[in-house]
């Protein structure tokens, strides 16, 4: 039987994990009114899929009632400045009167009475902060950049506080939670815990296929969780992606927009020496064919240290130098005879001057 071979070889080699994950943000909120009044304005962007600036209000609510109290609330202010201003002065004229009286009492020297003015200015102060407050949170709006996930007000409608109007979420970082089982652990070789730092940086490559292209995103693996999950008996990594619709989008533009179901390569630690062979030498069971020195087909059983689609490595069972078989035996049988075919590799020159 003629078969396919490659010889083994030692040399170092970067491992890697491929896991799956879905893209989530990581900022989601739910968009809450903090005051109560009739809608009179919502803004374009305020619909599924729309984009919502720093501060910019996107729901407006009637705050006529709102700025009543806040006049009001100035006007009690001002009435407490002028109890103040006469108390002490009140404070100042006794005081000198009872200049030469020796020991006197604190409500002789209408202390306590100014203290009370002051108090009641304070108070004052504070009420109108609180509807000056009130006012503001008329407008509705954001503290970051972000988009809509859905919505659930119109033009006309009464909301009152704790009425929730839409969901939204941050576009400023997404996350991607990573499964990983004992053995892509130990690939990784990192401990359970883990968290980046400047340092110690893990890059990550994301792949998608997303409107019938393959796209391409680079992010981080941030940490590793300290707990294994019971239920899955295995060990979840978070990553994260910066700007990931605007400079962390792939080179095509495509955003990694949230929702997206990713595959996620991650280079762990790497191996000195190590003794590669093709992936599709390893056969079930882990088993290899190796062609000796007398032409005859060798079953040997190998130590898988690491595989991916393309290789493996193996740290028992094989010496540099073997040949082991990639193509297919239909029947193998320990010592049965074999001739080793070469692929014939054609250059895309070659095949340029022959055609």
């Known amino acids: 039987m003629t078969v396919f071979t490659a010889v083994v070889k030692a040399s170092d080699i970067d491992l890697k994990v491929i896991t799956q994950g879905e893209v989530r943000a990581k900022t989601q909120i739910n968009i809450i009114s ?10 374009p962007e305020f619909v599924e899929g729309g984009i919502v600036k720093p501060g910019v209000p996107f729901v407006s609510i009637e705050s006529i009632d709102y700025v009543f109290a806040v006049n009001q609330a100035k ?23 009872l200049r030469n009286e020796g020991k006197v009492s604190d409500l002789a020297l209408k202390i306590p009475q100014l203290t009370e003015a002051n108090a009641k200015l304070t108070s004052a102060q504070s009420d ?21 996930i859905s919505t659930s007000v119109a033009v006309g409608q009464y909301i009152s506080p704790g ?12 996350e991607i ?12 070789g990192l401990p359970i815990g883990f968290v980046a730092t400047n340092y110690n940086r893990v890059p990550i490559k994301i792949s998608a296929k997303v409107a019938g292209r393959e796209h391409l995103w680079a992010g981080q693996l941030n940490r590793l969780d300290a707990s294994i999950d019971p239920s899955t ?3 979840f990594g978070t990553a994260e992606v910066q700007n990931p619709y605007a400079e962390g989008a792939s080179q095509t533009g495509m955003p990694l927009a949230v929702g997206l179901f990713v595959t996620v390569e991650i280079v762990g630690r790497t191996l000195e020496n190590a003794y590669i062979i093709p992936r599709e030498a390893l056969r079930a069971g882990d088993k290899v064919y190796v062609v000796n020195n007398d032409g005859k087909l060798e079953i040997r059983s190998v130590d898988v240290t690491y595989s991916s689609e393309t290789e493996a490595v193996v740290n028992v069972g094989l010496d540099i130098g073997d040949q082991v078989i990639i193509s297919s035996i239909p029947n193998p049988i320990e010592g049965m005879r074999l001739s080793i075919a070469h692929r014939n590799l054609v250059s895309s020159d070659d095949q340029a001057a022959e055609s």
Request: no cysteine.
């Open 177 to 188: 939670r990573l499964p990983l089982n004992d053995s892509q652990l130990a690939t990784l």
């Open 75 to 97: 006007a009690r202010v001002a009435e407490a400045e002028v109890r103040v201003q006469q108390a002490k002065a009140v404070a100042e004229v006794v005081q000198y009167q």
């Open 34 to 43: 903090e005051v109560a009044g009739r809608v009179i304005e919502v803004s």
């Open 128 to 148: 109108l902060e609180q509807a000056q407050l009130n006012l503001s949170r008329t407008q509705i709006s954001l503290p970051f950049d972000g988009r809509v």
């Open 233 to 235: 008996r295995m060990l």
């Open 163 to 174: 009425t929730q109007i839409g969901r939204a979420f941050s576009n400023d970082w997404v």
